[in-house]
């Protein structure tokens, strides 16, 4: 039996946020910690309807600062962590990668450190766990007739941000052959769904399309991503603390593949449908095509499990 006590990283995220609602309507009887930076993407907002519950604490700060990490696991007798916090978008990485070294890298580091110590104080319980949450672009690119990436696909990031999740990746996995500790990896694929930050592609375009600003793809629109919505992400994930075996990977896809191009010009139907009074219809007449990406993957898909 998996422990009552939570520790939510990154809770104030996008898919973090939504975890942490799935998880308090599912187990409300359960101590559920949320420890967020509040950086450029996290928003406490997400999270106003849980503030002031008996079972809910809502935590600033961050992940590489040990004495709070330290605090927190003792203080809250935390049995488990669901590490979400990290340095997400890769434009951003691109132009700035020290914040990404230093808040996947270090700041994984220093969660697995902290927790392998106070695990081991506690006896190391069969049922404590740490999970930690990745991304299938660790994997790097796939030809157009490549089947989709399974949990042995060989790593091979192509960006400072998928570079740095890998190297958070082989941390926890190290953790567990070296220590024992019970880390478990979930690789996922794009999400979309609510409270999703604007810079994201969904999000960006609908928001554009209701300015009347251009609609920017990237190269000729051909690259392809695999989308899950975040919902099922959360019900998987649930799936993988309750019956996930502690040393596993496990890929979290949602066996839904879309052309770059191909998404934004559904996006343009469907504002043109549901948005009446659009300064620019049809919204197909905003999109721009601009400059690639630096090191852009091709194709991103997962098996799904």
């Known amino acids: 039996m998996f422990s009552s006590h939570l520790l939510i990283t990154g809770g104030a ?4 946020s939504n975890f942490v609602h799935h998880w308090c309507h599912q187990y409300p009887q ?3 910690i949320v420890l967020d930076a509040l950086t450029y993407a996290g928003n406490r907002q997400t999270l106003a309807d849980l503030e002031g519950k008996d079972n809910f604490r809502f935590v600033q700060g961050d992940i590489c600062d040990r004495d709070l990490i330290d605090s927190l696991l003792r203080e809250e007798q935390i049995g488990m962590v669901a590490h979400f916090a990290a ?24 969660l697995l450190e902290s927790f392998r110590q106070y695990w ?15 991304t299938d672009e660790v994997y790097g690119s796939l030809e157009h007739d ?58 960006l375009m ?11 793809v990237y190269g000729d629109g051909q690259n392809v991503r695999d989308w899950l919505y975040v919902g099922d992400h ?7 603390l309750h019956k996930g075996k502690a040393g596993e990977t496990y890929n979290i896809g949602g066996n839904n593949e879309v052309k770059n191009l191909e998404l934004v010009t559904l996006l343009c139907q469907l504002m043109d449908e549901l948005a009446p009074d659009l300064p620019v219809k049809p919204a197909s ?11 852009h993957d091709r194709r991103l898909c997962d098996r799904c499990h």
């Open 120 to 134: 081991n104080e506690k006896g190391q319980p069969q049922g404590d766990r740490f999970l930690h949450v990745s």
């Open 234 to 240: 959360c019900q998987a994930l649930e799936t993988v």
């Open 13 to 16: 995220g996008f898919i973090g």
């Open 206 to 216: 609908c928001i554009n399309i209701l300015l009347g600003k251009p609609l920017p």
């Open 285 to 295: 007449q905003l999109i721009t095509f601009v400059k690639d990406r630096a090191g």
């Open 87 to 110: 340095e997400s978008h890769v434009d951003r990485s691109i132009l700035g990668p020290g914040a990404f070294v230093q808040t996947n890298v270090v700041g994984t580091f220093t």
């Open 30 to 32: 359960h101590r559920v």
């Open 146 to 203: 490549d089947p989709a990436f399974t949990e042995t696909t060989p790593y091979s990031p192509n960006s400072p941000y998928s570079a740095s999740k890998a190297g958070s990746d082989h941390l926890a996995r190290a953790y567990f052959h070296t220590y024992g500790m019970p880390t478990i990896i979930t690789n996922c694929s794009n999400n979309y769904g609510p409270y999703h930050f604007p810079e994201k592609l969904i999000p």
